[in-house]
């Protein structure tokens, strides 16, 4: 499974972006998504989560409000929509991907078996 985010980059705080995570699995609606994002020197922390189907969403309480997790499963495609962005938003975004959560927790990045190589986010404060 190959997952491939995009659409990060320089944003003013208060500003909008939109991630993109196109993945090349044949049954997209197979796989639990989520994003993560790092800030550096810190460790990797869980953003959003969505179900199969589009059910089942989860966000942080850091993002509660101003982000919005979306998925298309004809397109192959997880979407990350980021309003009102702040300068503690600024972070490598992963996206991944799981069949099943290893142990339940949708919020853990080591319930995910797959993992994109990420997108950077930088808000300008």
């Known amino acids: 499974v190959q997952l491939q985010a995009s659409g990060g980059g320089l944003v003013q705080a208060g500003g909008s972006l939109r991630l993109s995570c196109t993945t090349s699995?044949?049954?997209?609606?197979?796989?639990?998504m989520g994003w993560f994002r790092q800030a550096p020197r810190k460790e990797r922390e869980f953003v959003a989560a969505i179900g199969w189907s589009g059910e089942n969403i989860y966000y942080s309480d850091s993002v509660k409000g101003r982000f919005t997790i979306s998925r298309d499963n004809a397109k192959n495609t997880l979407y990350l929509q980021m309003n009102t962005l702040k300068s503690d938003d600024t972070a490598v975004y992963y996206c991944a991907a799981t069949e099943f959560y290893r142990t339940g927790s949708f919020y853990l990045s080591k319930d995910y078996s797959y993992w994109g190589k990420g997108t950077q986010v930088t808000v300008s404060s």
């Open positions: 699995v044949r049954t997209f609606s197979s796989y639990r």
